[in-house]
């Protein structure tokens, strides 16, 4: 069966954003540079327009569009929030996303959107469409997390966004399937300080990166000169997940007390995500924000995006 909604981020030859939406097209370039990218595969932005289509949506969400103002968003967000996820996915679409769960073969898997106009220089969109993580392979599952990375594009922050950019609301996304990582360590890397240029900022905890996002613990933080290398300001952050552990598990509470006020990540693992940060600099010619994240020792690279504003 020949793939039209389906690629896999290996065997992309020619990406574009305009298919596989910000995330997706940096994810492509990074594997095809040979950095450490979890495999998997894009559900085209075309896939959408064809959801779109065979469920008679277009019409409905541009008339819904078009009435959208500061003062009504919330509920005309909610009512195309509704029309997506209760659409039925193509059967053409179905099928090439079960063949490529099969191929995958991973138990579990992060689903992530990707719009076109999603982590550009001009407009970020940084946390303002939805990713799940930890989703079981299960073909309904799947689906199901899928026309909810759709349908956030309607989310109320990114319509608010696209009002104040003057961006379309309507536009592509694509929807990307990775296998899980078991994260042991996750963070962030912001190759060019936000206050003090010469260097870079890396934030880190254990666990998966959403615990970072969501700001549920407080990371580490690790200040490194750009040239050298040298880490030259440290800041131990609280990197207590007490409050994501269940009451019962008394050996692991225990050890998450130890680990709280530990550093997560040795002086060398600080220089090699260093290193490797700038290189996805050099490789994408602007500042970047980097996540990853480390499973037993080896750093994995899981988007990056221009730092907009430098």
Not at 58 to 86: C, H, P, V
Not at 273 to 296: G, M, R, T
Request: aromatic content about 8%.
């Amino acid at each position: 069966m020949v793939s039209m909604f389906v690629s896999f981020l290996k065997e992309i030859k020619g990406p574009k954003i305009s298919e596989l939406g910000g995330k997706g097209y940096s994810l492509v370039i990074l594997m095809k540079n040979e950095f450490n990218v979890p495999k998997g595969f894009i559900i085209i932005s075309q896939a959408f327009f064809k959801f779109l289509k065979d469920n008679k949506l277009k019409e409905k969400i541009e008339k819904l569009i078009y009435e959208i103002n500061e003062s009504n968003f919330q509920e005309k967000s909610k009512e195309i929030k509704n029309l997506i996820t209760n659409g039925k996915i193509p059967r053409k679409i179905v099928f090439e996303i079960e063949a490529g769960l099969k191929k995958l073969n991973a138990k579990s898997v992060s689903v992530r959107s990707s719009a076109v106009s999603e982590d550009s220089l001009k407009a970020s969109f940084a946390g303002l469409h939805d990713t799940f993580l930890n989703v079981k392979s299960d073909l309904n599952n799947v689906l199901e997390n899928i026309k909810r990375c759709w349908a956030s594009l309607f989310n109320e922050r990114a319509v608010i966004y696209r009002i104040k950019k003057g961006i379309p609301h309507l536009e592509g996304m694509a929807v990307v399937v990775q296998e899980m990582i078991p994260a042991e360590i996750s963070g962030v890397t912001f190759t060019v300080h936000p206050i003090k240029a010469r260097y870079l900022l890396i934030e880190a905890s254990y666990g998966i990166g959403d615990l970072i996002v969501g700001g549920r613990v407080e990371p580490d933080d690790y200040v490194v000169d750009r040239e050298t290398l040298e880490i030259v300001e440290r800041k131990i952050g609280r990197k207590d997940k007490m409050n994501v552990i269940k009451d019962e598990e008394v050996k692991i509470v225990v050890v998450e007390r130890e680990l709280a006020e530990k550093q997560a990540l040795s002086d060398d693992k600080i220089k090699e995500i260093a290193l490797i940060s700038l290189k996805v600099e050099k490789l994408f010619n602007y500042p970047q924000d980097i996540e990853w994240c480390i499973w037993n020792n080896k750093l994995w690279l899981l988007q990056s995006r221009a730092i907009t504003g430098v």
